[in-house]
């Protein structure tokens, strides 16, 4: 999910499964160079503003579980 979340522009169900994912599991990639969670946030983020309210909300959800 961290490279398919790479591409410029995804279809709108990818970006919320790819927040949700990286969310839940984004912690195992904090080991490999260039996927530490700022990377990831980042990734996510470059969606928000291309997506509706409803996949929004999914990813300010993300937002707050990668948090803490």
């Known amino acids: 999910m961290f490279d398919i979340l790479s591409v410029p522009s995804l279809h709108e169900m990818m970006v919320k ?3 949700y994912v ?3 599991f984004g912690k ?3 080991d490999q160079p260039g996927k530490d969670a700022t990377k990831q946030f ?3 983020h470059k ?3 291309n997506v509706s309210q409803n996949a929004r909300g ?3 959800t993300a937002y707050i579980k990668m948090v803490s």
Do not use: D, P, Q, R
């Open 42 to 44: 980042e990734l996510i």
């Open 28 to 30: 195992t990639l904090h």
């Open 17 to 19: 499964i790819g927040a």
């Open 58 to 60: 999914m990813i300010l």
């Open 47 to 49: 969606h928000f503003y």
């Open 22 to 24: 990286l969310s839940e």
